[in-house]
């Protein structure tokens, strides 16, 4: 069974740093691309970063472009999400997600989702 698990959310003040992990199961990260998306209460999921083998990172939000980076250990089928300079505005809910092969901005295109992990920014 192919799934997705999320870990490491948590709360944290404003400026500080997280790492969130997305364990994949019954399927390798080789050849597929692993997405975050984020959804904050009153709006719309985002997609946050993406990671694929061959590409790296493909970063989607202008809001963390330069605060998040995705990097995978594929010894551990894991992909982490290294968040740093922390805002109260990056709270959310955040699910990672694959697709084969190439990263899309698109949610509609990916077919594996882990449940997610919530990471609340606060003082």
């Known amino acids: 069974q192919k799934q997705l698990v999320e870990s490491g959310g948590e709360l944290v003040q404003p400026g500080g740093s997280l790492r969130l992990a997305c364990v994949a199961s019954g399927f390798t990260l080789r050849t597929t691309s692993i997405a975050w998306f984020r959804e904050a209460p009153g709006k719309e999921r985002e997609a946050v970063i993406c990671n694929n083998y061959v590409d790296g990172n493909t970063a989607y939000a202008a809001s963390t472009k330069d605060r998040f980076t995705a990097t995978r250990d594929s010894a551990k089928n894991t992909v982490y999400l290294q968040m740093t300079s922390l805002k109260p505005e990056d709270t959310a809910l955040y699910s990672c997600?694959?697709?084969?092969?190439?990263?899309?901005?698109?949610?509609?295109?990916?077919?594996?989702w882990g449940l997610g992990t919530q990471v609340t920014v606060s003082s």
């Open positions: 997600a694959a697709r084969d092969w190439y990263c899309s901005h698109d949610e509609t295109q990916y077919h594996i």
